[in-house]
């Protein structure tokens, strides 16, 4: 069903996937090009003639058993996809098209995080209403998404500004409130001059800038809304060691490292104004004989901005009731990323306590660790759960208007009042004037308490940072029309966690946090069967254009402003001038001059070329320079694909021409022992390593020995058809309109070898194939390592290895020779064995030697027993 969003008159378009038979679509191809060498022209009307006839399976949500949830990260609508959107979204579509052909059930959803300061800055300069701005973008967008050959679906489509979306925002938020999980206090905030809005401390560079407007940051005492996030510190931390995450590599560091190790507790001590100073402690049990608290000269109490000494307020200490004056000093340490210090009695506290004149504690009482942790949770000032000393609630207030409204009615009488259910959404006002602040809204803002009838109350002005609406947007694309919750339980119970995830390193440590916790929390709710919501993850490196920068001053020039002199050495000089120029590769920017619009990409070259390039030569992993000279090496291979369909077509048309070599079965051989090996291990690459350049590698080795075939083996050869057939399927992820085509003419050929097959569905297209097989027969690679260092390697048929236990695979690695005499006087304490099907196995030994200096040692004894 079309689902149309209205929203100010701006509709939400809905793609449908049409769920029609196979066969309802052709396969025949561009039957006009009949030309031998293709050209770029040939390759538009390929993908135009595609365009509409390639239909991928859609998604059943009927089917949990095969299902496969492949998700990247959604967008802002900017309205002008960027190459690094055109990277993120290649890799992704490759990926669900791969699992299509291997029988999964794909999901791969997109969506649009459409609310923030960019929407509003852009509706302020052009004067018009933000939403209409964000829907005329999404709209450009989406196009473009499937200009680029992208097969998402689009039934899940969803945008963060959307009421209907928001709605469950809301939800969500008046969850966390009513557990006490979401809370309102004052607070010291990051205040952007220019945005005139709060940042969270992560938005804040180590200048002290905005991370979006570039302004220097000043500081603002503003009540704020907060989530809770330390109290799922813990378990966060822990979860990353969950055994159900996958491939999150250096990813695990960058969590733990924001988490921080979870070995204190934090205290609320009330202060001598009525208001309170947070105190986090590894040793609780030393706070009942504090005499004084130490603060760094930046808190926000050291309102005089002295450098050192003590202030007029004072703490006082909730298991002695004592006060405690405040000392300004930097002669402490500190606990990491913390302002505030208990003293333990150490030479230094002594040497303050005297030179402040502060008496020594007078406590008689002597309680343990667990008896000051329940009398904190008894008082209600802490102590319910561990945390790092850094680590801090999540700041989720916005001062702006395009933002999510935060669903609390205030008044006074009942102070803060959760909205009610039935009441939900809280919708932003329709008739406003562009960019004023809901603040400034005093129709908006009036309102009466649900909870007393008081008609004088007043709403929330503050909107929520869009890092919430993107803390949950995955399950929503599960059930992106419920109109009863969040998402059906029962559905996203089955479907999470997500496969794998997909975007870029910039959102590694924020987003992945939030949404983490998002989903630890509905967890607990029953929601999610798994604390942790994504598998595995493909982090991406940033797409980089070329730059020259004048060495003197760092003005950046554009590139018909250099004289290039040694490309290869990087030197250049500014053409006018003849200042030096340094050549650069830095991340794309209009600023730098060195921006490409991927639109002009594809237009010149096709989306299918355009994804081929973005994803050959580099790891998705890794940084990825564009640049023309890496273009030929794809355009050429596309070729020669195209030369060979061509050939086989002309040989298959003129087979009586053609007698059978005495050297065919040999040719065979080695076509099908190809077909094997560069399945298996481009199949390796897709799925497990996920290093699509290399398979890439694979595909273009496998083409060059198609091309050794003789024509007798074009003409007569099973195997050869077998390898080309899986040439093409193994394309098809990459680049879905060519490999159509090419399916189309290799299917059309005459005289067919196995007119029936276990590799060919010859009536089909190439996205109902089935992905090639590796035969049983086939040796793949057993590898030896002790002490996870390589010593040798042998093959074994794949259905022998595919099958090993662990056992197996230690009495056939022992029985080795080359093992045995490796392993002579080392005493084998323990091993590993792990199997990648049809691919390799890997038995590692570990042994008695296993100190630093021993496996320095091991090192060159390897190196020396290889070299023998």
Not at 764 to 770: G, I
Request: hydrophobic letters at 35%; glycine letters at 4%.
């Amino acid at each position: 069903m079309l689902r149309n969003v209205l929203f100010k008159n701006i509709k939400l378009n809905h793609y449908k996937s049409v769920k029609l038979p196979w066969s309802a679509y052709s396969t025949v191809g561009c039957t006009h090009l009949q030309e031998k060498v293709l050209t770029e022209d040939m390759k538009k009307d390929i993908e135009q003639h595609w365009k509409d006839k390639i239909i991928y399976k859609p998604f059943d949500p009927s089917n949990y058993k095969d299902k496969c949830y492949v998700l990247s990260m959604f967008p802002y609508p900017s309205g002008q996809l960027h190459m690094g959107h055109v990277r993120v979204y290649s890799i992704s579509d490759t990926i669900a098209r791969f699992y299509r052909l291997l029988g999964k059930n794909v999901f791969q959803p997109m969506g649009w995080d459409a609310f923030g300061l960019p929407a509003e800055n852009a509706a302020i300069q052009r004067k018009i209403p933000a939403n209409k701005w964000t829907m005329e973008n999404i709209e450009h967008m989406r196009k473009q998404l499937n200009d680029l050959g992208c097969s998402f679906d689009w039934n899940a489509e969803l945008a963060t500004c959307d009421p209907a979306y928001y709605k469950w925002t809301q939800k969500l938020f008046l969850m966390l409130f009513n557990e006490g999980l979401a809370y309102q206090c004052e607070s010291m905030v990051n205040w952007d001059p220019v945005d005139q809005t709060v940042l969270a401390d992560e938005q804040v560079d180590e200048n002290g800038l905005s991370w979006r407007s570039g302004a220097k940051v000043e500081k603002k005492l503003l009540k704020q809304w907060f989530i809770k996030t330390t109290k799922f510190a813990e378990q966060l931390y822990a979860g990353l060691d969950d055994p159900i995450l996958e491939d999150w590599k250096d990813i695990v560091n960058l969590q733990k490292h924001w988490i921080g190790e979870c070995d204190g507790w934090n205290f609320s001590f009330k202060l001598s104004n009525d208001k309170n100073i947070t105190v986090w402690s590894k040793s609780p049990e030393d706070l009942q004989h504090a005499t004084f608290l130490a603060i760094r000269k930046e808190h926000l109490l050291n309102t005089d901005k002295i450098d050192s000494g003590l202030l007029s307020l004072k703490a006082i200490n909730p298991f002695t009731g004592h006060e405690l004056p405040i000392v300004v000093t930097d002669e402490v340490e500190f606990p990491p990323f913390n302002d505030v210090y208990v003293p333990n009695n150490n030479e230094i506290d002594t040497q303050i306590a005297e030179k402040y004149r502060i008496e020594r504690s007078q406590s008689s009482l002597n309680m343990s660790r667990e008896e000051v942790l329940n009398k904190a949770k008894e008082l209600n000032i802490g102590g319910h759960f561990k945390i790092s000393s850094k680590l801090k609630d999540w700041l989720i207030s916005r001062q702006r208007f395009w933002g999510t409204p935060i669903p609390i009615i205030h008044c006074q009488s009942c102070g803060a009042v959760p909205v009610k259910d039935e009441d939900l959404p809280i919708k932003l006002p329709e008739n406003d004037e562009i960019g004023k602040p809901l603040s400034q809204n005093h129709e908006w803002l009036k309102c009466s308490c649900p909870k007393c009838g008081n008609p004088d109350a007043r709403r929330e002005s503050d909107t929520m940072d869009t890092f919430v609406d993107s803390s949950w947007y995955f399950l929503r694309y599960l059930d992106p029309q419920n109109q009863l919750d969040l998402v059906d339980k029962k559905l996203s119970n089955e479907m999470m966690p997500v496969d794998i995830y997909i975007g870029g390193k910039e959102h590694a440590v924020l987003h992945l946090y939030y949404a983490r916790f998002m989903n630890h929390f509905l967890h607990q709710k029953g929601y999610v069967k798994n604390a942790e919501p994504f598998k595995r993850l493909l982090v991406q490196g940033m797409v980089k254009g070329k730059t020259y920068r004048v060495k003197e001053n760092g003005l950046y020039l554009k590139s018909n402003e250099v004289e290039i002199i040694n490309e290869k050495k990087g030197k250049a000089v500014e053409k006018e001038t003849k200042r030096k120029v340094e050549v650069l590769w830095e991340k794309m920017s209009k600023s730098k001059f060195n921006g490409v619009d991927p639109i002009d990409v594809i237009k010149s070259h096709g989306c299918d070329t355009t994804r081929l390039i973005m994803l050959g030569d580099v790891a998705p992993t890794s940084h990825r320079n564009w640049s023309e000279a890496t273009f030929p090496g794809i355009i050429n291979w596309q070729k020669r694909l195209w030369l060979t369909l061509h050939d086989f077509q002309f040989h298959r048309q003129n087979i009586n021409e053609i007698t059978i070599s005495k050297n065919f079965d040999e040719h065979e051989a080695k076509l099908l022992d190809s077909a094997n090996y560069f399945a298996s291990t481009a199949t390796f690459n897709f799925k497990i390593s996920h290093q699509l350049s290399i398979a890439i590698s694979r595909l273009q080795g496998l083409t060059n020995a198609i091309r050794r075939a003789t024509p007798d083996v074009v003409c007569f050869g099973k195997q050869y058809e077998r390898a080309l057939s899986a040439q093409i399927i193994m394309l098809a992820p990459f680049a879905p309109h060519f490999s159509s085509e090419l399916w189309s003419r290799f299917i059309s050929a005459p005289n067919r070898v196995t007119e029936k097959s276990d590799y060919i569905n010859w009536n089909a297209d190439v996205f109902n194939q089935q992905w090639p097989k590796v035969d049983s027969h086939h040796k793949i690679e057993f590898n030896v390592k002790v002490n996870n260092l390589f010593i040798h390697k042998f093959k074994v048929p794949c259905a022998v290895l595919n099958s090993m236990s662990q056992d197996d695979a230690l009495a056939l690695g022992l029985n080795h020779e080359t093992t045995v005499n490796y392993l002579k006087n080392k005493k084998i304490m323990a091993s590993q064995w792990k199997i990648y099907e049809d691919y390799e196995g890997i038995l590692n030994l570990i042994t008695d030697q296993v100190s630093v200096e021993s496996t320095e040692n091991e090192h060159e004894n390897v190196k020396k027993f290889v070299e023998q």
